[in-house]
């Protein structure tokens, strides 16, 4: 059974990169037919689909994040990582990353896929 654990810095200040690691256990990132997402959710708000990285690397963003967003993974760790620059307060939020087989780029639900446990994310001076 494939598993997924976020890690990462729990505070960042604002204008830095936030840099986030998803660890997959239970399984390869590049033997299953998987996209490998991230998703937020801020305080009173859906979730957002922030972007993905195929298991074969093909890369994925949302529009409105793109231009801040950096996915790429680390293959011999079986790791997947996500940077955000220029951050700012309103990039506050959980930070989940979860496992889908097809692309999903909104409505994600919960229930949806293999998530992790999420990462709360503050940004503050």
């Known amino acids: 059974q494939v598993q997924l654990q976020e890690s990462g810095p729990g505070l960042v200040r604002p204008s830095q990169t936030l840099s986030l690691t998803c660890t997959v256990s239970?399984?390869?990132?590049?033997?299953?037919?998987?996209?490998w997402n991230w998703i937020r959710q801020s305080p009173g708000e859906g979730l957002e689909w922030m972007g993905a990285?195929?298991?074969?690397?093909?890369?994925y963003y949302n529009p409105s994040l793109k231009s801040r967003t950096s996915i790429s993974r680390d293959t011999s760790k079986n790791q997947f990582t996500l940077q955000l620059s220029s951050v700012t307060p309103e990039d506050a939020a959980v930070y989940y990353c979860?496992?889908?087989?097809?692309?999903?780029?909104?409505?994600?639900?919960?229930?949806?896929?293999?998530w992790g446990q999420g990462t709360q994310v503050t940004v503050s001076s």
């Open positions: 990285v195929h298991s074969a690397g093909s890369t």
């Open positions: 979860a496992r889908s087989i097809g692309l999903k780029t909104s409505d994600w639900v919960r229930g949806y896929g293999t």
């Open positions: 239970g399984g390869s990132i590049t033997t299953y037919a998987s996209y």
